[in-house]
């Protein structure tokens, strides 16, 4: 990690006030060069009002400093805070003459990176901080303040003491192997095993859950052409977001929008009709309807009063709501009803004047079998990389599990054991020595944080 001083920008444009972030070794010292008062000598958590100036040494504004000495900051470094006027010119020019005084422009997600290497935050806490930034629902909120609590990391810590115990007894026994002693209950050991196992499993399969809270439940609309999957999609979200027409072919590309009921986020997918047609591009989009129906989580399964579903077949695991359109031509306001019947979940609704809209908004919330509140108790994984690394883990205990259970030589055993908690310290970062995979996760990050 580089030592030098940086500067950014750590609040949005436009705003009327801007914090100017300067963290690193001289970040005090560079800060007193364009500041009216000496804070050479002062306390940490201390506000200065006074006056800074440009690089050529006029005065720019009217500021207020907030001062941090190390370790006590969010980086673990000494940093100021430089809260100016947020016009462009001023935040400009501020730090112009920062850097011409021994800073540098920050790269995205330095300040947090910095944070994370000096011990302030581990991986999955840092991580936590851009879920933060972007979260836009009271769930997403939620998970955020939760992992950046450290409820995740808590959690691993303890299943990493756990397997660290089993570890130690396994190879303090290779250290006795020619006395053919044992320092570990076998029953015991294959319990505590199936334990951890358990609790990583229940960790990954919550990444199902977390995923779609954090990046929308998917919602394919499909049917055959005309049949209102635009018009759908326009009363769903509440507005013209796709072109209506009698012409039928009207969507060739997947059309996508996001709304908030009842708290949850669902990503609905307006899709071209599916029909045989000679047209390379109405295929293309055909195509891609049908991927998209492959991977959405909700299938909301268009068609209009007399004419059957299209021939298409679902997964097991999806959500198939039959929603028959255009009813206000054939059928009264009153038997707009949500039915329950044997072959599947059946709506009548009129996407062109809202009918039923409403109640096909609460099935969606009631049938994706999400929850509208979190409980706080629980830890929900939203992270893939975390995903991936509980699956690994799970693999190597698994691995560990059987070769115990088959009398396979206990060294053996251990290095599975090894390998498990190797891919639980990824995540919290024990683990990582590479700078490649850190300048991966934190590039996403945005300047000044």
């Known amino acids: ?11 949005p444009p436009g705003g009327a006030i801007a914090i100017v972030r300067v963290s690193g070794p001289d970040a005090i010292t560079v800060t ?42 969010y980086t673990g470094e000494d940093s100021t805070e430089i809260s100016c006027h947020g016009s462009a ?59 950046l609590r450290g409820q995740f990391s808590k959690e691993l810590a303890e299943l990493r003491g756990q397997l660290l115990q089993l570890t130690s007894l396994l190879e303090l026994e290779l250290d006795f192997n020619d006395q053919d002693v044992e320092f570990a209950n076998r029953e015991q050991l294959t319990s505590l095993m199936e334990k951890v196992e358990k609790h990583i499993s229940g960790l990954a399969d919550s990444f199902q859950t977390g995923n779609a809270i954090k990046n929308g439940i998917p919602v394919a609309i499909i049917g055959a052409p005309n049949v209102g999957k635009s018009t759908l ?32 986020t669902f990503r609905f997918i307006d899709t071209a009709g599916i029909r045989k047609t000679q047209d390379q591009l109405e295929q293309m989009g055909i195509e891609r309807s049908i ?3 492959e991977k959405a989580k909700v299938i909301l399964f268009l068609t209009e009063k007399n004419q059957p579903f299209p021939d298409i077949e679902f997964r097991d695991d999806q959500v198939v709501l039959q929603v028959i359109n255009k009813c206000d031509l054939s059928l009264p306001s009153s038997s707009y009803l949500y039915h329950r019947e044997p072959e599947g979940r059946l709506f009548h609704i009129s996407a062109a004047n809202g009918d039923g809209i409403e109640l096909l908004r609460q099935a969606l919330v009631r049938e994706s079998a999400m929850p509208m509140t979190l409980d706080t108790t629980n830890t929900v994984v939203t992270n893939v990389r975390h995903y991936n690394a509980l699956k690994q883990s799970i ?34 970062g024990s683990e990582i020595t590479s700078d490649d995979i850190l300048q991966n996760i934190f590039h ?6």
């Open 1 to 11: 990690m580089k030592q030098d001083t940086i500067c950014a920008l750590a609040t």
């Open 32 to 73: 007193e060069k364009i500041f009216s008062k000496s804070l050479e000598k002062a306390k940490g958590y201390t506000l200065h009002f006074g006056q800074v100036t440009d690089g050529e040494g006029k005065e720019l504004d009217e500021v207020l400093v907030s001062l941090f000495r190390a370790p006590h900051s």
């Open 89 to 147: 010119y001023i935040v400009q020019r501020l730090l112009e003459s920062l850097i011409k005084n021994g800073a540098r422009q920050a790269e995205p997600g330095e300040y947090t990176m910095r944070a994370f290497m000096n011990g302030k935050l581990d991986l999955s806490q840092a991580e936590a901080v851009a879920d933060l930034i972007s979260s836009s629902t009271q769930a997403t909120h939620q998970m955020a303040m939760n992992q």
């Open 233 to 264: 999609l326009n009363a769903l979200v509440g507005e013209e977001r796709a072109i209506v027409s009698n012409i039928q072919g009207t969507t060739r590309d997947l059309i996508e929008d996001t709304i908030q009921i009842d708290g949850i």
């Open 291 to 293: 991927q998209a129906a």
């Open 395 to 428: 693999d190597a205990l698994q691995r560990a599990k059987q070769a115990f259970e088959s009398g396979i030589p206990t060294d053996l055993v251990a290095e599975d054991l090894r390998q498990c908690l190797h891919y639980l310290g990824e995540i919290t």
């Open 444 to 449: 996403t990050f945005c300047i000044g944080k």
